[in-house]
């Protein structure tokens, strides 16, 4: 599968972004997916996944309650909206696709495709 991020841009703190992951493929609804997110100098942390069905939601603590991840299976995309934004938030965001999901979703390795990433600035 191949996957393509967007819907990064520029916004104040207290602001909200979607971003977007399409999936090219008919596979999509095999995949767990995930959003992960990375600044330079930095390893990529978890951000949120969600499940293939779309039932089961995980999070980081950093983000619970400001961001909601959700898919479309019907439209191969999976999204990542983000409420109440912060300086910290600021990174590069990247979706993640796991076909052979062992449980740990907030592992940087258990995805085997990744998106080419976005860059999300929060501005104080």
């Known amino acids: 599968v191949q996957l393509q991020a967007s819907g990064g841009g520029l916004v104040q703190a207290g602001g909200s972004l979607r971003l977007s992951c399409a999936a090219s493929g008919r596979t999509f609804s095999s995949y767990v997916m995930g959003w992960f997110r990375q600044v330079p100098g930095k390893e990529r942390e978890f951000v949120a996944a969600i499940s293939r069905g779309g039932g089961s939601t995980w999070y980081a603590d950093s983000v619970k309650g400001r961001f909601t991840i959700s898919r479309d299976n019907a439209k191969n995309t999976v999204y990542l909206q983000m409420n109440s934004l912060k300086p910290e938030d600021t990174a590069v965001y990247y979706c993640?696709?796991?076909?052979?999901?062992?449980?740990?979703?907030?592992?940087?390795?258990?995805?085997?495709?990744w998106g080419q990433g976005t860059l999300v600035t929060v501005s104080s």
């Open positions: 993640g696709a796991d076909r052979l999901y062992s449980g740990r979703y907030y592992y940087e390795g258990e995805y085997d495709h």
